[in-house]
């Protein structure tokens, strides 16, 4: 029965906020070469999901997903990295996850976090 309390308090501690700020819920990745599994993030009032494609000529090497403000959507520009010139470009939604790579979706990877969380609390607990 403790355990079952120590669940539903997490749950309460970790939801709450999302529930009543009604904040954007995205997923999270800093500019990378390598594909990996994002992070989930809660965006502040006035920020949309980010979705950045790094391109070097007619390849894409670059990525990045997260928040970003509603007057910096849609913007190109380049950056450096590693000595090398990357041509940066940012689109913008305003739904739940919505910055997901093409694949994997918000139900899913909400069911399958949820699982394991739940796996984690009463096996450690």
Known sequence: ?????HFAVLWFYLLLPSLLC????????PILEEK??????ECPPDELCFKADGRYGNYSILSARG??????????HDISLRGIVFTMSYSCCDSRYCNSCPGVTANSLYITVT????AVMTGSW
């Open 1 to 5: 029965m403790l355990q079952l309390l």
């Open 22 to 29: 009604d904040n954007l819920l995205c997923y999270y990745s």
């Open 36 to 41: 990996i599994e994002f992070i989930v993030t």
């Open 67 to 76: 928040c970003m403000a509603k007057d910096d959507c849609s913007q190109v």
């Open 115 to 118: 699982l394991m969380t739940a």
